[in-house]
Nanobody
């Protein structure tokens, strides 16, 4: 069973940057598609980005395109989300999760599986 731990959240000002990390222990890391999701207070879950086992297929949610970059390092068993030009509306809890691989495509809603981390909080002040 995979275990996921996110880190890298924090408080930044509008326009700032953060790099989130998702460390995966146990299980066959390189056989899974992973994604980042976020949840803002009072709002539903939103898919931010996902990437496939080898990283050849990447998708971004509308709010992430052009500002966020997802990557993975299979040797380090980690997935990263580099976020630039952060806005107050990016505030929320960010989660790393396994994603159904066939849903990790641009223009589709990528769907999380049932393996999640505990989340890391991102707060962007005006």
């Amino acid at each position: 069973q995979l275990r996921i731990v996110e880190s890298g959240g924090g408080t930044v000002r509008t326009g700032g940057s953060l790099r989130l990390s998702c460390k995966v222990s146990e299980g066959p890391f390189d056989q899974y598609t992973f994604g980042w999701f976020r949840q803002a207070p009072g709002k539903g879950q939103e898919g931010v980005s996902c990437l496939s086992m080898t990283g050849e297929r990447i998708a971004y949610g509308a709010s992430a395109k052009g500002r966020f970059t997802v990557s993975r390092d299979n040797a380090m068993r980690s997935v990263y989300l580099q976020m630039h030009n952060l806005k107050p509306e990016d505030t929320g809890a960010y989660y790393c999760a396994v994603v159904y691989p066939d849903t990790c495509k641009d223009g589709t809603t990528f769907l999380p599986g049932n393996i999640w981390g505990q989340g890391t909080q991102v707060t962007v002040s005006a």
